[in-house]
């Protein structure tokens, strides 16, 4: 079956604690993102990937990492988690970024940080 | 820099009646539009696009769109709502002229509530 997996689903961690949310997608897609959703403000964009070691900066990149090694790997990393990047994760990919196609969505990662 | 409005935070629908659920636009260059829908506790699933040709596109559920270049909008409508459309809608644009085209812009969500 084609999809998008995250992992973990949830995740209630402390600040300062080093933290890790996979992606991975079985479709080949080269373009890869992350989102994060809060109440009121919607979706935004955290980082995007057009392939494999190519990445850049959404709307909201401060205090997170990625890295695309693989290309049906795309990670984010919190350095040093805290409590305002409280919220529900998403990882999308599509098959390119050069044209206008839709995106296939994870089921989500809600992360706490207290 | 691209964005998106969608001017209600919710929408309340009889079921059976006709269900609009409006999204406006701004882009520099020609938009490519988007409609997801999130069911409570998943992700986004995709719904319909436009991207060039026919002003109506038609997508899964029954759902349409018609995009109105002059309006700058993609309003989403279905003709017949049904209890089960009760979700979260969020409209998303890309810019196709290469002006921040890797981004794709949400916005904030409409939550529609079809009534029994």
């Known amino acids: 079956e084609a999809q998008v997996t995250q992992n973990p689903r949830y995740l209630i961690t402390v600040t300062g604690k080093k933290l890790t949310v996979t992606c991975s997608q079985n479709?080949?897609?080269?373009?890869m993102s992350w989102y994060r959703q809060d109440p009121g403000l919607g979706l935004r964009q955290i980082y995007y990937s057009m392939n494999v070691e190519v990445t850049d900066k959404g709307d909201v990149p401060e205090g997170y990492k990625v890295s695309r090694k693989e290309k049906r790997n795309f990670p984010l990393i919190l350095e040093s988690p805290s409590p305002n990047q409280t919220s529900l994760y998403f990882c999308a990919s599509s098959l390119n970024s050069l044209v206008g196609l839709e995106q296939f969505f994870g089921p989500g990662t809600r992360l706490t940080v207290l | 820099a691209q964005s998106v409005a969608q001017p209600e935070d919710q929408v309340n629908v009889a079921e059976g009646n006709p269900l609009t659920v409006k999204c406006t636009y701004s882009?520099?260059?020609?938009?490519?539009l988007f409609w997801y829908v999130q069911y409570p506790n998943r992700g986004l699933q995709f719904l319909l696009k436009y991207i060039t040709g026919d002003n109506l596109v038609k997508g899964s559920y029954g759902f349409e769109a018609e995009f109105n270049k002059s309006q700058t909008s993609f309003h989403l409508k279905k003709p017949s709502a049904l209890v089960s459309d009760s979700a979260l809608y969020f409209c998303a644009v890309r810019d196709s002229s290469g002006a921040g085209s890797y981004q794709l812009t949400f916005g904030k969500g409409t939550k529609l509530s079809v009534i029994p």
């Open positions: 479709m080949n897609h080269e373009y």
């Open positions: 882009v520099s260059g020609n938009p490519y």
